[in-house]
């Protein structure tokens, strides 16, 4: 099993990250990805001009890796890679990429979409939307919570 956890400044680059999964993936039945980009609009409708990902550079770090052991643990994955990105990011850009290897698809989608749930509710990170109207602090939603309470 492996796990692959980065926490970067950089734009993330799905192809790339594909790329590289698909290389680990040899051999494998399954490689499933998911790519998370910057909204345009607030939850409210409003425009997002810029969203801040604030971070701990130990502590998020360590709560990426944790989760990804996490997921491959418990569906038995080969592989996983999370990618999060910090700091300005553009409405469209890639904010985070996950992907998971496995012998078979269940598992695979199972995996990603458990470490999907748990960053959005549990890495740590401090996130604003910065528009005309103002900055706004992003918390996780009860949704977000109830997602990945269905995981328990």
Known sequence: ??????LQLERVDPSAELAKLLDRAAGYG??????????????EGKPVELIVLEHHSRLTLQSLEEIAADGATRFSVDHITVVHRYGDILPGEPIVFVGACSLHRRAAFEAADYVMDRLKTEAVFWKREEGPSGANWIEPTEADYADRDRWE
């Not at 399954?30 to 939850?43: D, L």
Request: charged fraction near 25%; glycine fraction near 10%.
């Open 1 to 6: 099993m492996g796990v692959d956890a980065r």
């Open 30 to 43: 399954a490689a499933v990805t998911f790519v998370g980009t910057a909204r345009p609009r607030t939850k």
